[in-house]
């Protein structure tokens, strides 16, 4: 069984560029949740989709966005990217009625020059 | 608003050395409480999940305990190996709904041969 894929690894932008994430849930999940664990720092919470849907969203500008499409995959969106936004951005999923982050993949490494 | 809170941030120990990690959170009404490992620049892989109506959980040489009233848990690793070396973190899932899984900030485990 194929775990959560992200793409790409890393990922190099300059500050004020879009930055745009992949992920593939594992088969028949279908909760995606988005978090940033910059250096130093702990798993900051950005989004949880379910089902198509935003459920929850951490306390990030508008700036960070994202989707999840019909097939479950997500997309994570960021715009006017800024130094700080340097981050491993990891992506994790759950399968139906088991709302929490259990399987994770291994991220991909945003860094802005 | 739970909190989650893990000390000490960084460990070194003698291989073969029995050990145990903390974990508190200021929200007693939560759902369940789970560990994670962290490889350094790799995401998480679950570990333990203790729900909220046990007391503990055990994997092979790992033991996790559950207190609800005093606000704590424990990660028991037996026999450290070389191969324990990571990053622990713990992860409180509130009650109810949406409601995010909240991440300790980890600590960081050294087993030296």
């Known amino acids: 069984e194929a775990g959560v894929t992200q793409s790409p690894t890393h990922l190099i932008k300059t500050r004020g560029q879009q930055a745009t994430l992949r992920c593939s849930p594992i088969?028949?999940?279908?909760?995606v949740y988005w978090y940033q664990q910059a250096l130093g720092l702990g798993l900051q919470f950005l989004l949880w989709?379910?089902?198509?849907?935003?459920?929850n969203r951490g306390n990030f500008p508008p700036r960070f966005s994202g989707r999840q499409f019909p097939n479950y995959s997500s997309e994570l969106n960021v715009n006017a990217l800024e130094l700080e936004d340097s981050a491993l951005y990891l992506c994790?999923?759950?399968?139906?009625?088991?709302?929490?982050?259990?399987?994770f993949g291994d991220g991909t490494r945003l860094s802005i020059l | 608003k739970q909190e989650v809170t893990q000390i000490p941030a960084a460990l070194s120990v003698p291989e073969g050395e029995n050990l145990v990690l903390n974990c508190s959170f200021t929200?007693?009404?939560?759902?369940?409480l789970q560990w994670f490992r962290q490889d350094p620049g790799k995401g998480l892989t679950s570990l333990l999940l203790?729900?909220?109506?046990?007391r503990e959980q055990t994997s092979g040489r790992l033991n996790a305990s559950l207190d609800k009233s005093s606000g704590r848990s424990t990660l028991y690793i037996a026999a450290s190996q070389p191969g324990d070396s990571a990053t622990y973190l713990c992860?409180?899932?509130?009650?109810?709904?949406?409601?995010?899984?909240?991440f300790g900030t980890g600590t960081k485990l050294q087993v030296i041969p």
């Open positions: 994790a999923s759950s399968p139906p009625r088991a709302p929490q982050p259990q399987h």
């Open positions: 088969s028949g999940h279908t909760s």
């Open positions: 989709y379910d089902e198509g849907e935003e459920r």
């Open positions: 929200d007693s009404a939560i759902y369940n």
């Open positions: 203790i729900q909220s109506s046990q």
């Open positions: 992860a409180g899932r509130p009650s109810g709904g949406y409601q995010k899984v909240t």
